[in-house]
């Protein structure tokens, strides 16, 4: 069984640092696919940052330059490591992770920016 649990969310004044941490279990971090998404209140779910096939990396434009995705193999936890954070980045932060044709997600952990 697959679980992925994301931690490290929490309140952050604009300008600030946050790192999220997608711990996974029941699956070996190998070239899967697997990425970030965020979801705000009355909004789409949408893809933050991504590995894909295990190595190259995409962002979403809105957080190029201050986003960074990566992976540590050996604990089996991805990371979104967010600087210059923005109200707009508000949201709820899911991670998720491919197997084949299945998708795993996460629970989400919520990241509130104050202006």
């Known amino acids: 069984q697959v679980q992925l649990v994301e931690s490290g969310g929490g309140l952050v004044q604009a300008g600030g640092s946050l790192r999220l941490s997608c711990a996974a279990s029941g699956i070996i971090f190998g070239i899967n696919t697997m990425g970030w998404y965020r979801q705000a209140p009355g909004k789409q779910r949408e893809l933050v940052a991504g590995?894909?096939?295990?190595?190259?990396?995409n962002y979403a434009d809105s957080v190029k330059g201050r986003f960074t995705i990566s992976r540590n193999n050996a604990k089996n936890t991805m990371y979104l490591q967010m600087n210059s954070l923005k109200p707009e980045d508000t949201a709820v932060y899911y991670c998720e992770i491919e197997r084949g044709s299945l998708a795993y997600w996460g629970q989400g952990t919520q990241v509130t920016v104050s202006s």
């Open positions: 590995i894909i096939s295990g190595y190259k990396t």
